[in-house]
Nanobody
Framework: QVQLVESGGGLVQAGGSLRLSCVAS????????MGWYRQAPGKQRELVAA???????NYADSVKGRFTISRDNAKKMGYLQMNSLKPEDTAVYYC?????WGQGTQVTVSS
């Protein structure tokens, strides 16, 4: 059974930082792109950042310059470093590999 498990969410003040992690249980991780998504209350889920298996990245305009996505294929792990957090970054954050999703981790940024 494929599993993706996120961790690292929490409550932080505006301007603070968090690092999210996603561990995959399957070998498909290394050969596929990985994405971080988020969903705020009452809003649609949106792509925050993505990284190819080779390490090429792209970001939503709203997080460019503040968030950094990375991966360790040997460990089957992905990361999202979030700096200069804003209240509007508050959401449940999910990792995704092909059709598989994690359960999400809550990030709350207080003003």
């Amino acid at each position: 059974q494929v599993q993706l498990v996120e961790s690292g969410g929490g409550l932080v003040q505006a301007g603070g930082s968090l690092r999210l992690s996603c561990v995959a249980s399957v070998s498909i991780f290394a050969s596929n792109p990985m994405g971080w998504y988020r969903q705020a209350p009452g809003k649609q889920r949106e792509l925050v950042a993505a990284i190819t298996s080779a390490g090429s990245t792209n970001y939503a305009d709203s997080v460019k310059g503040r968030f950094t996505i990375s991966r360790d294929n040997a460990k089957k792990m992905g990361y999202l470093q979030m700096n200069s957090l804003k209240p509007e970054d508050t959401a449940v954050y999910y990792c995704r590999v092909v059709q598989y999703w994690g359960q999400g981790t809550q990030v709350t940024v207080s003003s």
